[in-house]
T-cell receptor
Framework: AQSVSQHNHHVILSEAASLELGCNYS??????LFWYVQYPGQHLQLLLK??????LVKGIKGFEAEFIKSKFSFNLRKPSVQWSDTAEYFC??????????FGGGTRLMVKP | EAQVTQNPRYLITVTGKKLTVTCSQN?????MSWYRQDPGLGLRQIYY???????DKGDVPEGYKVSRKEKRNFPLILESPSPNQTSLYFC?????????FGPGTRLTVL
């Protein structure tokens, strides 16, 4: 069965620090990958997605993610975080079997 | 406006009292699903539906039922809720890999 792992459950950074959140998936076939963000009290919003093509994907709010097929990874990055990036981040993978599987989430706190 | 709506947004109930959480989408999507979100576990799929009258179990279907009698609606039914079903529930619809989430329903079962 497909699974998605996020290594960091909680991350605390100061403003302007760089961010990298890890995500690994287990499915070996064609897979679509997503990062979602959930701000406090809100529902999930799509940050970015990878279907095919350039493995470096740029999303909203300055986020990007790199798909590395050999490592089954899709890590999320941002060069300089802001206090407003405080949220929970979810990696997700969708395969041809129509299952969208989420990782356990990473809570990011950015200190002003 | 394209959206997924859920009702109620908040619900406190007692063990064993049947409840239904409604979900509706206005985008004519065929695929709909229900997730529960629990700390440290992310979102886990409860049930999904590929189309009207077609439903299937996700990862954590025990204690839940769904129905899909029309394309726009996909209610989640808890026949006999238990405290371990206290959670945040999200309905979603999907088209071409793009997922639209509802605002969530926070359920507490006492």
């Amino acid at each position: 069965a497909q699974s998605v792992s996020q290594h960091n459950h909680h991350v605390i950074l100061s403003e302007a620090a760089s961010l990298e959140l890890g995500c690994n998936y287990s499915y070996g076939g064609t897979v679509n990958l997503f990062w979602y963000v959930q701000y406090p009290g809100q529902h999930l919003q799509l940050l970015l997605k990878y279907f095919s093509g350039d493995p470096l994907v740029k999303g909203i709010k300055g986020f990007e993610a790199e798909f590395i097929k050999s490592k089954f990874s899709f890590n999320l990055r941002k060069p300089s975080v802001q206090w407003s990036d405080t949220a929970e981040y979810f990696c997700a993978a969708y395969n041809a079997g129509n299952m969208l599987t989420f990782g356990g989430g990473t809570r990011l706190m950015v200190k002003p | 406006e394209a959206q997924v709506t859920q009702n109620p947004r908040y619900l406190i109930t007692v063990t064993g009292k049947k409840l239904t959480v409604t979900c509706s989408q206005n985008m004519n999507h065929e695929y709909m699903s229900w997730y529960r979100q629990d700390p440290g576990l992310g979102l886990r799929q409860i049930y999904y539906s590929m189309n009207v009258e077609v439903t299937d179990k996700g990862d954590v279907p025990e204690g839940y039922k769904v129905s899909r009698k029309e394309k726009r609606n996909f209610p989640l039914i808890l026949e006999s809720p238990s405290p371990n079903q206290t959670s945040l529930y999200f309905c979603a619809s999907r088209y071409m890999g793009r997922v639209f989430f509802g605002p969530g329903t926070r359920l507490t079962v006492l």
